[in-house]
């Protein structure tokens, strides 16, 4: 026979080690469980987000390249003569004096799209010069 107190002893003493085992096997893994669930949520929704924006880019691509089609110019000599004009523009806008505008009738087809290329030479200070090259490489030309 035990005592009330020895009784009440081994009972707090079975809650306790109850208690440890629950938290060592159940309540801790699940609590981690949770807690990578979580953390998977968000890359997910991350991926998500990438995804959406992604596709959205593409659509913007899309008409953006429709329209360079569009506005494609069907002989050489309109996209020469437009290209000038632009860079002629660009020029004025950026205080930089051209000295020399060389078209190169050399002509190469890569992947369905035609090559022209222009040798430029003018003069003006650092900063025309990098306003006038900032033009032509941002230019909505086809």
């Not at 060592?24 to 893994?29: A, E, K, N, Q, S």
């Not at 924006?53 to 003569?81: H, I, T, V």
């Not at 003018?122 to 030309?141: I, N, R």
Request: proline share 1%; hydrophobic share 45%.
């Amino acid at each position: 026979m035990l005592s009330k107190r020895e009784r009440l002893i081994g009972i707090v003493t079975v809650l306790i080690v109850v208690a440890l085992v629950g938290d060592r096997f159940i309540l801790t893994p699940a609590v981690n469980r949770l807690g990578d669930l979580k953390d998977r949520k968000q890359a997910l929704l991350a991926e998500i987000n990438e995804a959406q924006n992604l596709f959205e880019r593409r659509r913007l691509m899309e008409k953006r390249w429709r329209q360079l089609l569009g506005d494609g110019l069907k002989d050489e000599s309109q996209a020469e003569s437009r290209l000038l004009h632009a860079v002629d523009d660009w020029a004025q806008q950026t205080r930089f004096t051209l000295t020399s505008v060389k078209p190169e009738r050399l002509l190469t087809v890569k992947s369905g799209l035609k090559e022209m290329t222009f040798t430029i030479a003018g003069t003006g200070s650092l900063e025309a010069t990098g306003e006038f090259l900032w033009q032509v490489e941002t230019a909505a030309l086809a």
